[in-house]
């Protein structure tokens, strides 16, 4: 690997992208629409100037339903249809090579590796490391790559850009000054948001709902967590998300988090392929009235073994409920 540049570095990026005769793009395990939304609208600007490109992701087996009306597409190929070398391999909103999963040797295997994404916890494993903490989403970071690259944004890309920007700013609660220029600007290609938003945040299987009340019974109070903050927590086993999809089991924890007694929420969803194996989502609001200024939850994940932003991150750990509910509430204090 090639010497790392930690800056936020548009110019070697698109260096690197021009130079570039064949490209694979790798979305994180478990995607969503920013780490997809990237990937396509990388994917359609490389297509249409005649480079080879393919995109992917180590699991679930499938895109999830609420993506599949993403344009570009077409540009996926399952993991074992990646090429095991490459001119270019770029990472879209991964904070690790972990977050790769199986696909992380694919690395190896790329002349040069860039990697562009917003989590603070990112470890730059690229050779060359686009990274801003203070971007709203990957997709937003996108639209800056692409402008300085001179590529002009259609509703095509539009599309994939804005479905990250929807979902990663929970439509539109977490904001800088500027979101909301993005968005327009990214509208006036025409785009139809509400039915983007639509698929991506308000569409579920009936079996999501027998699903929520089977995992919600298990939720959790403990008020008096990191001094006063508060944790609510809920567990998803796999007998719970029989018949439904990854990403229905991924919703949870906006449900949970809701909880007006907490701070802090967390979701443990067993693995469909490993008893022991689990992945924990977290998130943590501003402050809250009585309390102090909150919690890092990315500090607290990356303590654990995984990452993310201050005010949603994740990791994955083994063992039983109790033991990692234990884990977490000693790592809150």
């Known amino acids: 690997m090639t010497t790392m540049r930690d800056a936020v570095d548009l110019e070697s990026a698109v260096e690197a992208l021009n130079a570039a005769r064949s490209v694979t793009i790798l979305c994180h395990v478990q995607p969503d629409a920013d780490t997809v939304g990237s ?15 393919w995109v992917s992701f180590a699991e679930p087996a499938e895109l999830p339903e609420s993506m599949r009306s993403l344009p570009g597409v077409h540009h996926l190929v399952a993991p074992g249809d990646v090429p095991a070398e490459v001119d270019l391999l770029v990472a879209v909103d991964c904070g690790s090579a972990g977050r790769l999963g199986a696909l992380a040797d694919r690395m190896s295997g790329a002349a040069n590796t860039l990697v562009l994404d917003h989590h ?14 203070g971007a709203e989403s990957t997709t937003s970071l996108i639209v800056r790559l692409l402008d300085a690259w001179g590529v002009p944004i259609d509703a095509e890309v539009a599309h994939c850009l804005y479905a990250g920007l929807v979902t990663d700013t929970g439509s539109f609660r977490w904001v800088r000054p500027g979101t909301h220029e993005l968005a327009e600007r990214l509208l006036a290609t025409g785009i139809d948001s509400a039915e983007i938003a639509r698929a991506l945040l308000d569409t579920h299987p009936f079996g999501w709902l027998t699903m929520l009340s089977r995992v919600l019974s298990t939720a959790q109070l403990e008020p008096g967590v990191h001094g006063g903050i508060g944790l609510v927590y809920a567990v998803v086993r796999r007998e719970d998300i029989a018949g439904v999809s990854s990403e ?11 909880t007006s007694e907490a701070g802090i929420a967390a979701v443990f969803k067993q693995s469909s392929s490993v008893a022991d194996r689990w992945t924990v989502s977290l998130r943590a609001r501003d402050s809250r009235p009585g309390a102090d200024d909150g919690v890092d939850v990315a500090e607290i994940a990356t303590a654990l073994g995984g990452g993310g932003h201050r005010f949603a991150a994740g990791y994955t750990a083994y063992g039983n409920p109790d033991d990692l509910v234990a884990g977490l509430l000693a790592a809150l204090g």
Not at 123 to 130: A, D, E, L, W, Y
Request: charged share 20%; aromatic share 2%; proline share 2%.
């Open 39 to 53: 990937g396509l609208a990388l994917a359609l600007v490389l297509h249409r100037r005649g480079i080879p490109v």
């Open 120 to 133: 603070r916890s990112n470890t730059r494993f690229g050779s060359i490391n686009v990274i801003d903490a």
């Open 248 to 258: 229905e089991a991924e919703s949870v924890i906006d449900i949970v988090r809701t």
